[in-house]
Nanobody
Framework: VHLVESGGGLVQTGGSHQLSCAAS????????MGWYRQAPGKQRELVAH???????NYGAFVKGRFTISVDKVEKTGFLLMNGLKPEDTAVYYC???????????????WGQGTQVTVSS
């Protein structure tokens, strides 16, 4: 069981981009999911989080530009980013609480990270 991220790349300032995070393997259930980012020389910070009940929370810097969504049937999460700025350049990581089929124990997983670069 693991998380597979996709969608990173180079985007122009003001552009939009979507990241995906898919649970791979025998997963019984997808619970809460979050996106975090880490820029060079900075600490990892919360971008967006959605609870298992669908409540959302965003980092203060988001200011309405990003939207997190989760497809529980496909066990895939998305981060839609609009109005991108050069300071959004970072490695983006997804994090999710997955319940593997074999253990049935909710466990925290991290994706491998995907680079988003916003050109000025």
């Amino acid at each position: 069981v693991h998380l597979v991220e996709s969608g990173g790349g180079l985007v122009q300032t003001g552009g939009s981009h979507q990241l995906s995070c898919a649970a791979s393997g025998s997963v019984l259930r997808l619970g809460a999911m979050g996106w975090y980012r880490q820029a060079p020389g900075k600490q990892r910070e919360l971008v967006a989080h959605m609870t298992a009940e669908g409540n959302t929370n965003y980092g203060a810097f988001v200011k309405g530009r990003f939207t997190i969504s989760v497809d529980k049937v496909e066990k895939t999460g998305f981060l839609l980013m609009n109005g991108l700025k050069p300071e959004d350049t970072a490695v983006y990581y997804c994090n999710a609480l997955l319940t593997p089929l074999d253990t049935e124990i909710p466990t925290d997983y991290w994706g491998q990270g995907t680079q988003v670069t916003v050109s000025s």
